[in-house]
């Protein structure tokens, strides 16, 4: 049964697993992402997952890599269905306790995206909400996901609370979180964590959309350019 509060039917989300493996190989990540998914598919967000290491995303941070001297970039034909998603949920795997190398090119990409504006003068992420989900054998969820939410936050990205979640197993080599008797996929903390972040995600996108997203009050880069301080004062310092 569905009610106001349970129905998200027009917004949608995307998923960036940046495993390193190329589909269709099996990739943990992607379970956990699944978890979600489903959720919130089953309250109408419609969903696209995407494998950033199956497209030719060229390393670099302006948004056509093709412009300064890459032969192929992918990422031009991948932003525009990110900027049309209300929900952006970066997962990913541990190595060496930190991120990716997939997740740190598509942290620099959506960077390099962080110079556009919207119809209102703000970051083009404005009104946007984002989280992350961390998979791996060894300790780094916590790490991995400060410096995924930090920077989402930073471009302009809202992120809800307790918008991460991740499973790991025993420290040191191990089972990941799909192998057999790993128990990942039975862990109640990790299934609360992932529960809560994937509502919160869709509450707090659908009151934006509901709201037209941020006010432009106090955040128009073109009018600070302007000369418009929004109240601003510098502080007067007595000694």
Request: charged residues 20%.
């Amino acid at each position: 049964m569905t009610s106001p509060d349970t129905d998200f039917t027009g917004l949608k989300a995307t998923f960036l697993n940046c495993t390193l493996k190329k589909s269709p190989a099996m990739s943990h990540t992607e379970g956990l992402v699944d978890a979600s998914a489903k959720l919130m598919r089953k309250h109408g967000v419609e969903v696209n997952v995407i494998r950033p290491i199956d497209h030719d995303i060229a390393i670099g941070v302006y948004p056509d890599m093709k412009e300064q001297g890459w032969e192929k970039d992918a990422w031009p034909d991948l932003y525009p269905g990110i900027l049309d998603s209300d929900i952006l949920v970066i997962g990913g795997p541990i190595w060496l306790g930190d991120n990716s190398s997939v997740t740190k090119i598509i942290i620099e990409r959506l960077y390099a995206l962080s110079g556009m504006l919207n119809d209102e003068g703000q970051s083009i992420f404005y009104g946007r909400v984002a989280g992350c989900l961390i998979t791996g054998n060894e300790d780094g969820i916590k790490h991995c996901a400060m410096n995924i939410l930090y920077s989402l936050g930073h471009v302009g990205y809202t992120i809800p609370p307790q918008a991460d979640a991740g499973w790991i197993g025993e420290a040191g080599p191990g089972p990941s979180y799909l192998d057999e008797g790993s128990g990942g996929p039975e862990n109640d903390f990790t299934n609360r964590n992932t529960t809560f972040m994937t509502w919160n995600l869709m509450h707090l996108a659908k009151a934006f959309k509901a709201a037209g997203g941020i006010p432009a009050v106090g955040n128009v880069r073109p009018a600070w350019s302007d000369g418009e301080r929004f109240d601003y004062e510098n502080p007067e310092y007595r000694s």
